[in-house]
């Protein structure tokens, strides 16, 4: 690539100095072509667990994660397919949604509170292992996203001003293995 606009500086100032002696008309049509020599050799892509040939139509403040697999790691997982490498994407909608029917196979209490408050979970404060967890934060999504199913040991929902508590938000408080 260096060379390349180096040369390309070359080729400007030649013209520039030959233009001032005999004036030379250039096309507007001038185009200059890379090469690419992996151009052919295009990764998987695995979007929200589906495999996909593109990601042109994900908006990038939608996505949660992005990891990429290379040689072994990408073949063994998904096969031939893969040998180029592998790039894996989850969206946010996405983690919510597998984080959500985790807990409510779980916890049919869970269940019961998403089907109140309409599968709207925003407003709830979660507390992962005595940590409270920013509701605000894509963190929060990750988090309860990544918590494996066989680490779950009890899922305890709270509606607001339950107990005589004056919380304002419903509260789920997740025990898990550590």
């Given at each position: 690539?260096?060379?390349?606009?180096?040369?390309?500086?070359?080729?400007?100032?030649a013209t520039?100095?030959?233009?001032?002696?005999n004036?030379?008309?250039?096309?507007?049509?001038?185009?200059?072509?890379?090469?690419?020599?992996?151009?052919?050799?295009?990764?998987?892509?695995?979007?929200n667990e589906?495999?996909?040939?593109?990601?042109?139509?994900?908006?990038?403040?939608?996505?949660?994660?992005?990891?990429?697999?290379?040689?072994?790691?990408?073949t063994a997982?998904?096969?031939?397919?893969?040998?180029?490498?592998?790039?894996?994407?989850?969206?946010k909608?996405?983690?919510?949604?597998?984080?959500?029917?985790?807990?409510?196979?779980?916890?049919?209490?869970?269940?019961g509170?998403?089907?109140?408050?309409?599968?709207?979970?925003?407003?709830?404060?979660?507390?992962l292992?005595?940590?409270?967890?920013?509701?605000k934060?894509?963190?929060?999504?990750?988090?309860?996203?990544?918590?494996?199913?066989?680490?779950?040991?009890?899922?305890?929902?709270?509606?607001?001003f339950?107990n005589?508590?004056?919380?304002?938000?419903?509260?789920?408080?997740i025990?898990?293995k550590?």
């Open positions: 690539m260096k060379k390349l606009i180096g040369l390309l500086g070359v080729l400007f100032l520039s100095m030959f233009a001032q002696t004036p030379v008309k250039i096309a507007d049509t001038t185009k200059v072509f890379l090469r690419d020599k992996y151009a052919d050799k295009k990764p998987l892509y695995v979007i589906r495999v996909g040939d593109s990601i042109k139509d994900i908006n990038p403040n939608d996505i949660l994660s992005i990891n990429i697999l290379k040689d072994v790691g990408a997982l998904y096969g031939e397919k893969a040998k180029n490498g592998a790039i894996i994407i989850v969206t909608e996405f983690a919510v949604k597998k984080y959500q029917e985790k807990f409510s196979a779980f916890s049919k209490k869970y269940k509170f998403l089907s109140r408050y309409k599968i709207d979970d925003t407003d709830f404060l979660y507390i292992n005595g940590i409270p967890l920013d509701n934060s894509t963190n929060r999504i990750k988090v309860l996203f990544e918590i494996p199913d066989n680490a779950l040991l009890s899922i305890n929902c709270m509606s607001p339950a005589g508590m004056d919380n304002k938000q419903p509260l789920i408080i025990t898990s550590q």
